[in-house]
């Protein structure tokens, strides 16, 4: 069974940086491509970023384009999300997934067999 926890989420002003981290066990990381989503209150979960298995591209959400990046590092099993000017409609739960069987980058959730609990991003005006 694969296995994600994520860490890292906080309060930070806006204009601020917070790196997410997501360590996944249970099964061969690099067999998997990952993804963030986030999810604020009232909201539907929305796609954030995705990376391919060995870490050569990436798609990102148009709203996040520019600020954040999405890395991944198949020795220590761990993706991260370095998320730099947040803005206060940022805030949301962050949510790591792993999909092992579509095997590229993709924003639709369906794709996604393994979600972590999620970690929680807080940014004040």
């Known amino acids: 069974q694969v296995q994600l926890v994520e860490s890292g989420g906080g309060l930070v002003q806006a204009g601020g940086s917070l790196r997410l981290s997501c360590v996944v066990s249970?099964?061969?990381?690099?067999?998997?491509?990952m993804g963030w989503f986030r999810q604020a209150p009232g909201k539907e979960r929305e796609f954030v970023t995705a990376i391919s298995r060995s870490g050569d591209s990436s798609l990102y959400a148009d709203s996040v384009k520019g600020r954040f990046t999405i890395s991944r590092d198949n020795a220590k099993n761990t993706v991260f999300l370095q998320m730099n000017r947040l803005k206060p409609e940022d805030t949301a739960v962050y949510y790591c997934a792993a999909d092992r069987d579509w095997g590229r980058p993709t924003s639709y959730r369906i794709h996604y067999g393994y979600w972590g609990q999620g970690t929680q991003v807080a940014v004040s005006s």
């Open positions: 249970g099964r061969t990381f690099s067999n998997y491509v």
